[in-house]
């Protein structure tokens, strides 16, 4: 499922390539993934609409159209945005047309294409984000804003002391955009075991994975982010994300560990594969 580096890949791709564009008409092939309203009621509020700002909060992305009108988009596990995008012209020869599920036709001839294989995505259309507020009341902090320094990650560390702290990463309500990519990669950097508690964590450890949630995310934005498993994520280019080729320890089973040389192990946690250097993440 993408993550945070890779939906704010597509956010700025977006954000710099359809803002101010118009919505000459919307064509969709799959009614399920629209949330809110009905397919049709959305057809014809987005007909004639420009977009004004493309947004993202946690592992959603907000496009702002001049209605005032709000067109929210979770990527599911394996949706992606293309633009410029022609059924005549496929960008990668992995992105089967026949997946696409909304198209979004612009005065001037383009296209923004959803294409969801597993067709785990959700579009919402609402004038207000309280019409789902269930889904975005509850997320935590952005790791990206201001306000998210050392001192408020101590802050809410605090409140589950006896948590384990990879489980902590990963809930959306505490921190929003961490996932089982990024989840393993902060704590492998840091050297910290994901089953640690948090009440045994020292404040220097703590400094460390403050750090390092910090740098990973950013080294991944810039690098696009990650195309990894399913090799389902695309940037609105249609390209690969490029970080899965600086990952040092998901999806890196049996190999050494590049600190010391310990082969990667595998261990699962609430049904997620976890990766870690018996090692360097001693519990």
Known sequence: MPELPEVETVRRGLQKKVRDKEIKEAIIKVSKIIQIP??????????????????????????????????????????????????TKII????????????????????????????????YLVSDL???????????IDPLDEGFTEEFFRQILNKKKNSKIKSFLMKQEFITG???????EVLYRANIHPLRTISSLNS???KK??????????????????????????????????????????????????KCGRPIEIIRIEGRSSFICPQCQRL
């Open 130 to 140: 309280k019409e789902i507020e269930k889904n975005i009341s509850k997320l935590g």
């Open 92 to 123: 990668d020869q992995e992105i089967n047309p026949k997946h696409n599920h909304l198209i979004f036709i612009f005065t001037d001839g383009t296209q923004l294409v959803f294409n969801d294989v597993r067709k785990f995505g959700k579009i």
């Open 209 to 258: 994975i403050y750090g390092e949630i910090k740098s990973v995310l950013m080294e991944a934005i810039e690098c696009g982010g990650s195309t990894v498993a399913d090799e389902a994520f695309r940037d609105v280019n249609g390209k690969k994300g490029k970080f899965s080729q600086k990952l040092q320890v998901y999806a890196r089973e049996g190999e050494p560990c590049i």
């Open 204 to 206: 220097e450890e703590i």
């Open 38 to 87: 009905s397919a049709e009621e959305f057809i014809a509020r987005v007909k004639g609409k420009k977009i004004r700002e493309v947004d993202r909060r946690g592992k959603y992305i907000i496009i702002h159209l001049d209605s005032k009108d709000k067109l929210i988009i979770h990527l599911g596990m394996t949706g992606i945005l293309i633009y410029p995008y022609e059924e």
């Open 178 to 184: 961490l996932g089982n990519i990024y989840a393993n």
